[in-house]
C-alpha cells in the first residue's frame, strides 16, 4: 500500500526555487563569482509551524491601517478573472533581498519601514524628497484591479491602491534631457545577506529598474501604496512600488526609496545579471519565449483559496495593449 501525503496548501510554495533565483545555481553564473557560497540556504521558514499558527502570523502581516474613501478607477474595476485571494498573493512573493524562496513573507517583516523617504532627482526642475506621509496626501489615491504577470509564468490579480506615475511627474517636471527613469529599491546589506542567503551578497544590489519617459507618463503606470484596502504589506514592497501591469514582474521594483529621472537608460537588476535573459523592456509576450521557458501561457494562481491554479493563455502586453501598443510602434 502506498501513502500519498497530500502537502498542505500553505506548504506548496515553499517546494519551489523560482527560476528567476534557478539561474544562480547555473554555472555560467557561478564562474562570475570567484568565491561565492553555493550553499545559499533556501530553508523554509516556517517549516515547523503548524498551518493555523502560519496564518496567524500572516494573517498579522496583512492586519494593516485601512485607507478610506479609496474609489476604484472605473476603466481599472475588473479584469477577465477573479482577484486573487489576499492571504495567497501575502505568501507568494518575490523580493530576493529576503531570500529566494516564495516565502519571504516572514523575513520581509525586518524591513523598516517607519520614516520612510523618497527621494527623486536628477534631470527634474523640482528635486524633492518626500516623507512617505506626505506622498500619500498630497496624490489622489485611486484603486485599479490589474493582471500581474511574472516572468517565471505565473499570474495573480491584484487590487492596488495608488496614484498613476504621470502626476509626480507633473509635479517634478522632468526637464527635456530626461529621458529614462530609474527606480531605485531599499538596501541594508545587513538585512538581505543576514537571514536568507549567502550568494546574494554577490547581486548587483539595490534592486533596480527603469521605465522610458514614454512608459511612465502612460495611464497605467502606478505607484502602489496600498493593496486589498490598506496600506502596503512589507512582502510587497511597502511602503511605495511601481507597477507596470504590462510588463513582466521584475519591472515593478519594491519599497522605493529614489526615483532619478536620467538622460540614457539606467541599469537595472536582472538587467545586469543577463541582459540575455531579461531585458530592459520586457513587455509581457506570448510568443517571445524565455530562454529557458515559453511565455505562451501562465499559471493564474486565484482561483479559490488555495495554491490551486488554472493554465491561462498569456495576453499580449498582459491584456493592456490598448493602452500601451502605439508605445511600441504597434496598434
Ligand atoms: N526590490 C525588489 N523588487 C522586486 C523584486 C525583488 O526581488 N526586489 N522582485 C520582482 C519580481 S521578480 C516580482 S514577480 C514582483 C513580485 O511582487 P509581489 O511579491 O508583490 O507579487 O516584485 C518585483 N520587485
Ligand atoms: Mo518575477
Known amino acids: 500500500m502506498t501513502i500519498i501525503r497530500i502537502p498542505k496548501s500553505w506548504e506548496l510554495p515553499e ?40 496564518d496567524k502570523a500572516l494573517t498579522a502581516t496583512l492586519e494593516l491601517p485601512k485607507l478610506e474613501s479609496i474609489k476604484t478607477n472605473p476603466a481599472f474595476a475588473t479584469v477577465d478573472r477573479p482577484v486573487t485571494n489576499e492571504l495567497l498573493a501575502g505568501r507568494y512573493n518575490n523580493f530576493y533581498e529576503f531570500g529566494t524562496g516564495k516565502s519571504i513573507w516572514q523575513a520581509a517583516q525586518a524591513l523598516p519601514t517607519d520614516g520612510w523617504k523618497v527621494e527623486v532627482t536628477g534631470a527634474v526642475k523640482n528635486p524633492r ?16 484591479i490589474y493582471r500581474f504577470r511574472c516572468v517565471e509564468a505565473w499570474s495573480m490579480v491584484l487590487p492596488w491602491i495608488g496614484f498613476p506615475m504621470k502626476l509626480l511627474m507633473a509635479e517634478v ?9 530609474q527606480f531605485i529599491s531599499y ?11 549567502t550568494l546574494g551578497g554577490k547581486l548587483p544590489w539595490p534592486y533596480t529598474e527603469g521605465l ?30 511601481e507597477v507596470v501591469p ?16 536620467v538622460e540614457s537608460q539606467p541599469a537595472t537588476f536582472w538587467n545586469t545579471i543577463d541582459p540575455h535573459e531579461y531585458d530592459f523592456e520586457a513587455n509581457v509576450n506570448p510568443n517571445k519565449p524565455h530562454p529557458r521557458w515559453s511565455q505562451a501561457t501562465e499559471k493564474f494562481i486565484g482561483k479559490g483559496a488555495d495554491f490551486s491554479w488554472e493554465k491561462r493563455d498569456t495576453l499580449p502586453y498582459n491584456g493592456y495593449g490598448e493602452y500601451v501598443a502605439q508605445l511600441y510602434g504597434n496598434k
Not at 517636471?173 to 527613469?181: D, G, I, L, Q, R
Not at 511612465?216 to 486589498?228: I, S, T
Open 15 to 54: 517546494r519551489e526555487v523560482t527560476p528567476e533565483a534557478a539561474y544562480f545555481n547555473r554555472r555560467r553564473f557561478l564562474k562570475t563569482l570567484v568565491g561565492a557560497s553555493i550553499g545559499a540556504s533556501i530553508m523554509p521558514i516556517m517549516g515547523c509551524q503548524s498551518s493555523s499558527d502560519t
Open 129 to 144: 524628497t518626500y516623507d512617505i506621509d506626505d506622498l500619500l496626501k498630497k496624490f489622489p489615491l485611486e484603486e485599479r
Open 173 to 181: 517636471e522632468p526637464t527635456s534631457k530626461a529621458k529614462f527613469v
Open 187 to 197: 538596501d541594508d546589506p545587513q538585512l538581505r545577506i543576514g537571514p536568507s542567503w
Open 212 to 241: 522610458t519617459l514614454e512608459e511612465m507618463a502612460n495611464e497605467l503606470a502606478f505607484f502602489a501604496v496600498g493593496l486589498y484596502g490598506h496600506l502596503l504589506p512589507k512582502q510587497h514592497g511597502a511602503p511605495l512600488r
Open 246 to 261: 504590462w510588463k513582466y514582474g521584475f519591472k515593478g521594483a519594491k519599497s522605493i526609496v529614489k526615483i532619478e529621472f
